[in-house]
T-cell receptor, first 113, second 117 residues
Framework: AQSVAQPEDQVNVAEGNPLTVKCTYS??????LFWYVQYPNRGLQFLLK??????LVKGSYGFEAEFNKSQTSLHLKKPSALVSDSALYFC???????????FGGGTRLMVKP | DSGVTQTPKHLITATGQRVTLRCSPR?????VYWYQQSLDQGLQFLIQ???????AKGNILERFSAQQFPDLHSELNLSSLELGDSALYFC????????????????FGPGTRLTVL
C-alpha cells in the first residue's frame, strides 16, 4: 500500500539552530508530496509541495524541503528555528487518481528558547 | 485564515444521535474534502466532492454521508454516533479540476471538534 512515514514522533531543537523534520514515502509512480503544519486548536496550514523538478522546494515561513529520490524522502528544513515554529508537522502524498491526501502520523516540533 | 469556514466549532452529543457538520469552501474552489483526525487513527481522508458530485471515497463509515450543494457548501452527516466517532473533523477545499493530474494544495478549515458522550 502507498504511504508516507514520519519516523520521529518528536523533534527538539534550540532556537536559532537548523531544524529537520523527516518524511519518507512509498508511492508507485511519481510522488506528489506536501507538508502541512498544525498549530494548537487550528486547522492545517499548507507549507509547500513537491510535484516535480528541482530537488529543493521553497515554502512558506522560511521552510524548505529537500527531495531525495534514491532515499525516497522529502525532509522539511529550516536554517534557523523560531520558538513560534513549535507545532505539529504532517507530510502527505496526493493520490493521483482521487486527489485525496494520505498523511503521515505527524511529528511534533519543539523549539526551546 | 485559509478562507474555509466550518460550523460549529464544537459539538457535544450522546451516543446514538445524529449530527451535521457544515463547511463553506474558499471562494471559487469547486472541490471539497472531509478528513477525520483522531488520536488512534491519525488524519484520515473521508470523502471528496467536486462541483456537487462525489469524486472519491476513503475510509468513511456507512453511518456517515456527505453532500455538496449548488452553492458549493458541503455538509457531513454522522448518524448512530458511537464513542469512537469523537474526533476533529476537517473540511478542505482546492481549486483542482476534479480529474487526475491536478496537484493543487488543499486549504483546511479550523475543524469541528465532535465529542460523543
Amino acid at each position: 500500500a502507498q504511504s508516507v512515514a514520519q519516523p520521529e514522533d518528536q523533534v527538539n531543537v534550540a532556537e536559532g539552530n537548523p531544524l529537520t523534520v523527516k518524511c519518507t514515502y512509498s508511492v508507485s509512480g511519481n510522488p506528489y508530496l506536501f507538508w502541512y503544519v498544525q498549530y494548537p486548536n487550528r486547522g492545517l496550514q499548507f507549507l509547500l509541495k513537491y510535484i516535480t523538478g528541482d530537488n529543493l522546494v521553497k515554502g512558506s515561513y522560511g521552510f524548505e524541503a529537500e527531495f531525495n529520490k534514491s532515499q525516497t524522502s522529502l525532509h522539511l528544513k529550516k536554517p534557523s528555528a523560531l520558538v513560534s515554529d513549535s507545532a505539529l508537522y504532517f507530510c502527505a502524498f496526493l493520490h493521483n487518481a482521487g486527489n485525496m491526501l494520505t498523511f503521515g502520523g505527524g511529528t511534533r516540533l519543539m523549539v526551546k528558547p | 485564515d485559509s478562507g474555509v469556514t466550518q460550523t460549529p466549532k464544537h459539538l457535544i452529543t450522546a451516543t446514538g444521535q445524529r449530527v451535521t457538520l457544515r463547511c463553506s469552501p474558499r471562494s471559487g474552489d469547486l472541490s471539497v474534502y472531509w478528513y477525520q483526525q483522531s488520536l488512534d487513527q491519525g488524519l484520515q481522508f473521508l470523502i471528496q466532492y467536486y462541483n456537487g458530485e462525489e469524486r472519491a471515497k476513503g475510509n468513511i463509515l456507512e453511518r456517515f454521508s456527505a453532500q455538496q450543494f449548488p452553492d458549493l457548501h458541503s455538509e457531513l452527516n454522522l448518524s448512530s454516533l458511537e464513542l469512537g466517532d469523537s474526533a476533529l473533523y476537517f473540511c478542505a477545499s482546492s481549486a483542482n479540476t476534479g480529474t487526475s493530474g491536478s496537484y493543487n494544495e488543499q486549504f483546511f478549515g479550523p475543524g469541528t471538534r465532535l465529542t460523543v458522550l
